[in-house]
């Protein structure tokens, strides 16, 4: 229970409200609640259930399909990490997922600045749905659009031999070395409106009156961005960026899958990708769910830690 | 006198009465749920075939397609063995099936004295198609083969499976040279991309295509074995002169390196272009279908659309001839061939069953006995010409006894609507059927699959390819490889299921897929090192799937042999 600095005896009285007094005096609120906890308990525990697995051998299809599956210890996880390629796995995980949230959320704040400065609500209404409406599109589409359009013959690369930037075209599908960037080139274009929507609508919630006092104080347009609308939505900021370092582990597979090759796999194999390969594709979900569980332990830690470093710089916590 | 009349009567109204209440309950009209493993198309309500059906079997069919991915809905199809569907096709994994105990052993129904047709219809190939449980040790059977179990000789009117091909248009250009060899192949490329760079629409051709994507990386990893000289086994070479049926990994062998040598030099000369490397199985077809990829190495199923929109278009030139390369002599040194090899072409093998696959009957089927008794009567000659022909006068019609068609019933055939209302195709196309040549009666001779007779083969051909092929000298497409080879007693070893060496085969697949590209696409400098690096990585996991595959090999081979 908080301390309230006006609290009155009866506040601090010795009879502290066990558990379920406090319940049935809030039943109203708690009635309201039952549905959304039941179903954590049903979509996110009892699936929980299924961890078991990983501590069992899934090996062979034959076995498997005839019901044969005995538990065989750690060896899905000594399995894992005996991989060199898990382990790359995880670095294209993590490379891809920092580039994602770097661009991420450097184009949505910038281009969400952007608008709010725009006076002209035409052209801001325009744009933002411009911006936005890539992100309904399949990432199939998105995929095949980028194909054709990094091709050798494509036009980024007729726009640089026809600048003289380059000699030969450039083989943007088929290095390693590009492969990183693309995928965040690509999310940041399909994603780029639909994150501008929550820092748009932090920026609304700014007091006016703070854009006044900086316009009398002397502030010009690039002040005011910088002391009025910036500092407002830094807790909307704080919050996003520490639920989506919780994602860290989850850099995406539908575009690595779609725009991978042979050529790039050593960048393009994300876990997921790894555990579609070898785990869910012969029916090892033994392996699979190894390699679920290290993501979401993972995960976790990152979660908290990022969290314990929020609370300790003094700015928002989920927690 | 009187009395024995009486009572003989009262036993034939009995007798008859009896008769009648069996054929009443033979006869009870039932519904099957059927369950295809692939998609598909409902039949309407009013389908010709399927009404002839309900009058004589009294059967009526439920189906149900595939809509989405194919393990995923077998996997919830199997939670519940005691609800499964009647006719059950598991597609392309119907092991899954099997191994999961959803079917029923169909020799508790198949014998001969009770099915002579079916018997008579699976006994040449009954060694491979009958096989031992392995944990029983009993003779099982739980699908009847949906194709490859044809009669009479084996009809090739065109190559289907993996073969080099090229455009029709380059063979035309050059005035219709033979072509055998890798060389020939690609410095006739070569030449006609030399003087036409462009097609008429400026676009620039490409010289020959190597689709890698996923699965069908086959047309990346597969060709050295047919430049030796077999046909396809998948990725391992067998050597079925010799007893003990040797068996290795091609790719990794000194004379697989000739292969991705010539590639290599035809990289560097820009025929093949490196955006093969990185391209989806839908920008490859675009690119097939707009002609102006003029070779390639591929199995002719998996390009069927591109095929399909070329004819569309009318662009006969554009369409592919299937070619059978093989190594020249100075391709390979002798001393890197296996021991006692030599080469000759064999793309085309022996007509093979198309073992477990098409329908087995479910263990929660209440019927199974009838659905055999159907299948035996429906192999008849009567049926079996309404299924693939259709109904004499509506469908098809004889003409001085040959079977024929009008051009315009054959593209009834294709036509997918059509289909709907005159063709029992969803339950055909998974059911025992018969093909190849027609044994008996008055069309003896003439062929069960209409695609297959003369008269539609060479009447309905187009005009450009009666052309192309009497430059040749040739009746079919067909005539471009050599005649079939004798199918190997173990069948095509890509059948062999590896699960059992499951991730070793998939890192042998996954290096193949990570550095072949990039050998083809090396310097000449680099190229030697980079073949080096690869044959070291793979031979591991090489060899264990190569032993894998000779053991089942053996196995396979005693069991078709008959021996224990």
């Known amino acids: 229970m908080t301390y309230d600095s006006r609290g009155t005896a009866r506040y601090h009285s010795p009879k502290k409200k066990s558990f379920f007094q406090r319940l049935c005096s809030q039943w109203q609120l708690a009635l309201m609640s039952v549905p959304i906890f039941l179903y954590v308990l049903l979509f996110n525990y009892a699936p929980m259930w299924g961890w078991i697995n990983a501590f069992k051998d899934y090996g062979n299809r034959k076995l498997v399909a005839r019901g044969i599956t005995p538990f065989n210890g750690l060896d899905n996880f000594k399995w894992l990490f005996s991989r060199p390629d898990f382990f790359v796995a995880i670095r294209n995980t993590l490379a891809m997922s920092i580039i994602n949230l770097v661009f991420g959320t450097v184009s949505a704040v910038l281009l969400a600045v952007l608008l709010n400065e725009v006076r002209q609500k035409m052209f801001k209404k325009t744009v933002q749905t411009v911006t936005y409406l890539p992100h309904f599109l399949s990432m199939v589409i998105v995929v095949a659009m980028a194909q054709n359009i990094f091709a050798s013959n494509g036009p980024i690369n007729d726009l640089l031999l026809g600048l003289g930037i380059v000699k030969q075209p450039v083989f943007w599908l088929g290095e390693g070395k590009h492969f990183w960037w693309l995928v965040g080139i690509i999310n940041v274009w399909k994603e780029v409106g639909w994150g501008t929507i929550i820092y748009i609508s932090a920026m609304t919630a700014i007091d006016p009156a703070l854009y006044e006092a900086a316009a009398i104080d002397g502030a010009g347009r690039f002040q005011k961005i910088l002391h009025v609308t910036l500092p407002g939505i830094k807790s909307t900021f704080v919050i996003l960026l520490i639920m989506n370092i919780g994602h860290l582990m989850e850099a995406g597979f539908e575009i690595q899958y779609l725009l991978g090759n042979g050529l790039v796999a050593n960048y393009s194999r994300t876990i997921d990708i790894f555990v579609l390969e070898y785990g869910t594709q012969n029916m090892d979900f033994g392996v699979a769910t190894a390699a679920g569980i290290f993501k979401s332990v993972v995960a976790i830690i990152l979660l908290v830690g990022a969290n314990f470093i929020s609370k300790r710089l003094g700015e928002e916590t989920l927690v | ?564």
């Not at chain 2, 073969?163 to 063979?171: D, G, N, S």
């Not at chain 2, 263990?363 to 659905?371: A, G």
């Not at chain 2, 068609?405 to 029992?424: G, L, P, S, V």
Request: charged share 25%; net charge negative.
């Open chain 2, 1 to 564: 006198m009187r009395k024995l009349l009486a009572v003989l009567l009262t036993l034939a109204l009995l007798g008859t009465l009896m008769v009648s209440f069996a054929a009443a309950e033979e006869l009870e009209p039932i519904t099957l749920t059927v369950f295809r493993g692939d998609p598909g198309d409902q039949p309407y309500e009013d389908n010709k075939i399927y009404k002839k059906i309900e009058e004589e079997f009294g059967v009526k069919f439920e189906f149900e397609f595939l809509a989405g991915d194919l393990d995923e809905t077998l996997g919830l199809k199997l939670q519940d063995l005691d609800d499964l569907p009647d006719l059950f096709d598991g597609g392309n994994s119907a092991e899954t099936l099997i191994d999961a105990g959803a079917l029923v052993n169909l020799l508790d129904y198949v014998n001969p004295e009770d099915t002579p047709n079916l018997w008579a219809h699976i006994e040449p190939q009954k060694n491979r198609i009958i096989t031992k449980d392995e944990v029983t040790g009993e003779d099982v059977m739980y699908i009847i083969p949906n194709y490859g179990l044809g009669e009479g000789e084996q009809i090739v009117n065109s190559v289907g499976g993996p073969a080099f091909f090229i455009q029709k248009q380059v063979l035309a250009w050059a005035g219709y040279p033979e072509i055998h060899t890798l060389d020939e192949y690609f410095d006739l490329i070569e030449k006609f991309i030399a003087e036409n760079p462009t097609n008429a629409d400026g676009t620039p051709y490409i010289g020959f295509d190597i689709l890698c994507e996923g699965w069908r990386h086959f047309c990346l990893i597969n060709p050295v074995q047919h430049l030796m000289g077999r046909p396809n086994d998948g990725e391992v070479l067998v050597d079925v002169t010799k007893d003990d049926f040797p068996t290795e990994t091609f790719i990794n062998q000194p004379y697989a390196k000739a292969y991705y040598k010539k590639l290599n030099e035809e990289f560097k000369k820009g025929i093949i272009s490196q955006d093969t490397f990185v391209m989806s199985y839908d920008q490859y077809i675009a690119q097939l279908s707009s002609g102006i990829v003029l070779g390639m190495f591929d199995q002719a199923w998996d390009f069927g659309d591109a095929t399909n929109a070329l004819l569309t278009d009318k662009k006969y030139e554009n369409t592919y001839v299937a070619l059978g390369l093989v190594y020249d002599e100075d391709d390979v040194a002798a001393e890197d061939m296996p021991e006692g090899w030599t080469i000759e072409e064999h793309y085309v093998n022996g007509s093979l069953p198309n073992l477990d696959r098409g329908f087995g009957i479910s263990v929660s089927c209440k019927c199974p006995e009838r659905i055999v008794a159907m299948w035996e009567r429906m192999l008849d000659y009567d049926w079996q010409m309404l299924f693939n022909w259709g109904v004499e006068g509506e469908d098809y019609s004889v003409e001085d006894g040959r079977l024929t068609m009008t051009a315009e019933q054959y593209a009834n055939t294709q036509d997918i609507e059509w289909q709907r209302h005159n063709k029992a195709r969803a339950f055909f196309e998974s059911s025992p059927k018969r093909q190849g040549y027609i044994m008996e009666g008055e069309f003896a001779g003439q062929c069960w699959e209409p695609g297959n007779q003369d008269e539609i083969v060479f009447g309905l051909m187009n005009d450009y390819d009666k052309d192309f092929l009497s430059h040749y000298g040739y009746s079919k497409f067909g005539d471009f490889v050599n005649p079939p080879i004798e199918l190997a007693p173990y069948g095509e070893a890509w059948q062999i299921d590896k699960a059992d060496i499951q991730k070793d085969y998939d890192d042998y697949l996954r290096i193949q897929d990570e550095q072949l590209p990039g050998i083809i696409m090396a310097s000449d400098d680099e190229f030697d090192a980079k073949w080096d690096t690869f044959v070291n990585d793979i031979t591991p996991s090489a060899d264990i799937y190569a032993n894998f595959m000779h053991e089942q090999i053996l196995k396979l081979v005693a069991a078709y042999y008959g021996e224990e």
